[in-house]
């Protein structure tokens, strides 16, 4: 009997570059061979998760950070998903609106509409959200909280500049409005770092930062971490959820927290980024070479993904099947966004696919 292990098995015929995972490949299972779990973790943990593993993971943040945050200011979580769904649970209600950016994540906003939230859009330039409109926005709706991806966007690439946050955590600080920063890809950056994650700039403004070891490490631990003030944790930790299982990924954070001790994950991360710039390099090249001026892209510095437009405004949606059929793929604009002027773009992932299967790709896609 074969048995299905992985959320996606994509046929060997077709070189998806719709899959926003990290390659299998390269996932680290011998960082793991020698693991051991110590008799502590199998209980019920504390509220916020691990204190000892919250403490390695501060330190690791503070030597990536201008602006050191503490093991108060961090809670565990099974994974950025999980994180955002407790926050739409402790810090909204059914009917409430919240604010995202045009385009955003595709599986965000259908968590979103599984909490019975309404999402309204806000615009963004090559500078990440704009404030204005995002103010104006605020004003209007009186949102449960704004949802951003600060830092290597998904889709688009985008890194919201240093000025442009520290003009968005400055709104949070004045209306009161929560923001929630989802910035799984902060740390996997190709050149120069990206500013600093949100919620480290300014302790008195209601802004969550959402972390997470899945792009980083290994998605399976289904481990991540919030930070935040120790007053905006304060509905997370004071859950019922929590009070009654105590706090989260307790085992797996014992296994990882080695690593972040003794410099292994470290030495991983270094790795793993070297692989990613090449794939990076190597679909930029495809592209570039395989369909010339009929697509429009800019070259991100960071993260998963390329967000490219196709010039004669093609719709992505409906060009999918012939996609499939040519043996490639992608995401389709329309799934991050509601705006017709996103129904050309296509998001393609380098991340799971080695160089000659990129090369291939693009051949592929230059015959739609």
């Known amino acids: 009997m074969t048995w299905q292990t992985a959320q996606l098995m994509p046929t060997a015929d077709r070189i998806d570059l719709g899959i926003g995972q990290p390659d299998p490949a390269l996932l680290p299972a011998d960082l793991f061979e020698q693991s051991c779990v110590d008799a502590s973790v199998l209980a019920y943990g504390t509220e916020a998760g691990d204190e000892r593993f919250r403490y390695a993971l501060a330190h690791w943040l503070n030597q990536r950070q201008a602006r050191p945050t503490s093991p108060e200011h961090l809670m565990i979580t099974t994974g950025s ?12 209600q059914p009917g409430d609106t919240v604010l995202v950016e045009d385009p955003t994540y595709f599986i965000a906003r259908k968590q979103l509409a599984d909490h019975g939230l309404t999402a309204v859009a806000v615009p963004m330039d ?50 009161g409005c929560p923001v929630v920063a989802d910035e799984v890809y ?32 290994a998605p399976g631990l289904r481990l991540g ?18 009070a009654s299982g105590g706090g989260l990924a307790p085992v797996t954070s014992s296994l990882v927290r080695p690593l972040l001790e003794d410099g292994r994950f470290d030495q991983h991360l270094v ?44 719709d992505t949606e409906a060009m999918l099947p ?28 380098f991340a799971f696919y080695d160089e000659a299967q990129l090369t291939e790709a693009c051949v592929r896609l230059s015959k739609l």
Request: net charge neutral; hydrophobic share 40%.
């Open 81 to 92: 998903s999980n994180a955002l769904d407790m926050i739409c649970t402790r810090f909204s």
């Open 186 to 217: 902060q740390y996997l950056h190709y050149a120069e770092p990206p500013p600093d994650s949100l919620a480290s700039l300014d302790e008195r403004a209601p802004v969550l930062s959402i972390g997470s070891f899945a792009k980083l490490l």
């Open 271 to 314: 790795r793993l980024t070297e692989v990613y710039r090449r794939r990076l390099a190597t679909l930029v090249a495809g592209l570039t070479d395989h369909l010339g001026e009929r697509i429009r892209f800019t070259v991100p510095t960071g993260g998963y993904f390329i967000w490219a437009n196709w010039l004669n405004g093609a």
């Open 322 to 349: 012939q996609a499939h059929q040519l043996g490639t793929g992608f995401q389709p604009g329309g799934k991050f966004s509601a705006s017709p002027g996103q129904a050309s773009a296509m998001r393609l992932c």
């Open 126 to 175: 090559q500078g990440g959200v704009d404030i204005l409109e995002l103010a104006a926005l605020i004003e209007q709706h009186k949102p449960a909280f704004f949802y951003t991806i600060p830092t290597f966007h998904n889709p688009t690439g985008i890194t919201q500049s240093a000025e442009r946050r520290a003009q968005l955590v400055s709104l949070a600080r004045d209306t």
């Open 225 to 242: 971490w919030i930070q935040g003030s120790s007053e905006i944790l304060v509905p997370l930790t004071g859950s019922a959820l929590l």
